[in-house]
C-alpha cells in the first residue's frame, strides 16, 4: 500500500490579521512555514499531517461547530494531535467545559484510540494528546 504523503508546517487562523503576523514572524526567524487564514466553520482541510496542534479555539465555536472541527482535526492527523482545552467558558454559548468533557467530545466525535491528559499550558488549560 503507498504511504500518503503528509503536508509540511502549515498554520491556519481565520483572522487575516494574525496570518499576517505569522507569516512575518517566520519570515524573520528564516522558517518555512505556509500559513493561510482559513474559516474551520466553513472549510474542510484536505492535507494530512503527522502531528496537529489545535489549540484554544474550540471555546470560539458552537456546539454544530466543534463536532464539525472535531472531525475535520481526527480525519487530517496521521500520527498525534494536541488540543489544547479552553476552561474559561465559550465565546459563543458561555459554557463551561471541564476536561472530562472534553475527554467526552474527543471519545465520542473522533476515532483516535488513545486520548489522555497529559498537562496544562501557561494559562493552566488543560493538554490533551490524541493518539491512534
Ligand atoms: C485564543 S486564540 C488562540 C490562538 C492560537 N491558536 C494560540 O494558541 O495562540 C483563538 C483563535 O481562534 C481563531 N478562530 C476562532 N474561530 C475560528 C474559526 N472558525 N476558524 C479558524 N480560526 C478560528 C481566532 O481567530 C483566534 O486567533
Known amino acids: 500500500m503507498q504511504e500518503e504523503k503528509c503536508q509540511e508546517d502549515s498554520g491556519i487562523d481565520k483572522d487575516k490579521n494574525l496570518i499576517e503576523c505569522a507569516i512575518e514572524i517566520a519570515r524573520i526567524f528564516d522558517l518555512e512555514i505556509e500559513y493561510r487564514t482559513f474559516d474551520i466553520k466553513d472549510e474542510e482541510i484536505s ?59 474527543f471519545r465520542g466525535f473522533t476515532t483516535f484510540t488513545n486520548i489522555s491528559l497529559v498537562g496544562y499550558s501557561d ?7 490524541c493518539e491512534r
Do not use: Q
Not at 481526527?74 to 475527554?103: N, Q
Open 47 to 105: 492535507e494530512r499531517f503527522d502531528y496537529v496542534f489545535f489549540l484554544n479555539v474550540f471555546h470560539h465555536l458552537d456546539e454544530k461547530n466543534k463536532i464539525r472541527a472535531l472531525r475535520n482535526v481526527d480525519r487530517i492527523t496521521m500520527k498525534r494531535l494536541f488540543f489544547e482545552a479552553p476552561i474559561g467558558g465559550d465565546i459563543v454559548s458561555e459554557t463551561y467545559l471541564t476536561t472530562e468533557d472534553y475527554l467526552s467530545y
Open 123 to 129: 494559562f493552566n488549560r488543560p493538554i490533551l494528546l
